[in-house]
């Protein structure tokens, strides 16, 4: 299953039923766990582990080092889960020493072409990025969020889980967990209640969300004013509490 032109580094190391498609190159240090298929002309480098049954489409690249001026070599990593469907032109960098040295990617993720993630990204599981979102480095991306096409996300920023972008978004500081967001820069623009219904979130936990979203974006409130109700709406209903904790982690403030 691998094709007579691709170029397998003797010391990578292939799973099960792994397929490797023409003039694709693997490096020797990346490891490809069972079922995943590798289209043409795709270059897989760095230390990058991939597991199983990955779908990768023709002229990504892979653990490539990442475009950082301070990087020097450093032997950091890439991993990327299972499930995960990668399309075409995607560029996936490797860690850098000045973070935990890792980027990650992890399951079922449907990450559309030309989509870049820096190095030291963190993107969890089941997420959507539409062509061309853009992570700068070190950004973190909570489980369901979905990124519209062309959104751009700087540096060190956060978005929550279930969040949405709109097209063409850019992103300067954190998006809360269930916000929808759109503009340059992005603003936030009701909750994702559409999303959260389809994920099965019960009428009562979208009446806590709303509740929750109007303590944040509607009644005034500072930012330390409306943490402290949140936390207290946390205790009635539980889904605030992602939230909440959002909150109380977030270092460059959130969108407005």
Same mark, same amino acid.
């Given at each position: 299953?691998?094709?007579?032109t691709?170029?397998?580094h003797? $010391?990578?190391? *292939?799973?099960v039923?792994?397929?490797? $498609?023409p003039?694709?190159?693997?490096?020797?240090?990346?490891?490809?766990?069972?079922?995943?298929?590798?289209a043409?002309?795709?270059?897989?480098?760095?230390?990058?582990?991939?597991?199983?049954?990955?779908?990768? %489409?023709?002229?990504?690249s892979?653990?490539?080092?990442?475009?950082?001026?301070?990087?020097?070599?450093?032997?950091?990593?890439?991993?990327?889960?299972? @499930? =995960?469907?990668?399309?075409? %032109?995607?560029?996936? =960098?490797? $860690?850098?020493?000045?973070?935990? $040295?890792?980027?990650?990617?992890? =399951?079922?993720?449907?990450?559309?072409?030309y989509?870049?993630?820096?190095?030291?990204?963190?993107?969890?599981n089941?997420?959507?990025f539409?062509?061309?979102?853009?992570?700068a480095?070190?950004?973190?991306?909570?489980?369901?969020?979905?990124?519209?096409?062309?959104?751009?996300?700087?540096?060190?920023c956060?978005?929550?889980?279930?969040?949405?972008?709109?097209?063409?978004?850019?992103? %300067?500081?954190?998006?809360?967990?269930?916000?929808m967001?759109?503009?340059?820069?992005?603003?936030?623009?009701? *909750?994702?209640?559409?999303? *959260?219904? &389809? @994920?099965?979130?019960?009428?009562?936990?979208?009446?806590?969300?709303?509740?929750?979203?109007?303590?944040?974006? &509607?009644?005034? *409130?500072?930012?330390?004013?409306?943490?402290?109700?949140l936390?207290?709406?946390?205790?009635?209903?539980p889904?605030?509490?992602?939230?909440?904790? %959002?909150?109380?982690?977030?270092?460059?403030g959130?969108? &407005?």
């Open positions: 299953m691998i094709h007579e691709a170029i397998v003797p $010391g990578a190391q *292939l799973g039923n792994v397929s490797i $498609g003039y694709s190159i693997i490096g020797e240090h990346v490891q490809i766990g069972d079922g995943t298929t590798v043409a002309h795709v270059v897989i480098s760095g230390h990058t582990t991939i597991g199983c049954d990955n779908q990768i %489409f023709q002229f990504c892979l653990g490539e080092v990442p475009q950082d001026k301070k990087y020097a070599g450093e032997p950091t990593r890439l991993e990327i889960g299972d @499930r =995960n469907i990668i399309r075409e %032109f995607c560029t996936f =960098n490797l $860690g850098t020493v000045q973070d935990v $040295g890792v980027t990650r990617v992890g =399951n079922d993720n449907w990450i559309m072409a989509v870049h993630l820096a190095h030291d990204c963190q993107v969890a089941n997420t959507i539409a062509n061309n979102a853009s992570l480095g070190h950004v973190h991306v909570g489980d369901y969020a979905i990124l519209g096409g062309f959104t751009g996300v700087h540096q060190f956060k978005i929550g889980a279930h969040v949405m972008t709109g097209i063409s978004s850019v992103v %300067f500081k954190d998006i809360p967990p269930y916000v967001a759109a503009g340059q820069p992005a603003a936030p623009h009701g *909750l994702n209640s559409e999303g *959260l219904k &389809r @994920r099965g979130f019960t009428p009562a936990a979208l009446a806590g969300l709303k509740r929750a979203y109007k303590i944040l974006y &509607r009644e005034g *409130l500072s930012f330390s004013e409306a943490q402290i109700k936390s207290e709406l946390a205790l009635e209903v889904e605030v509490a992602l939230m909440s904790d %959002f909150l109380a982690q977030s270092e460059r959130i969108i &407005r």
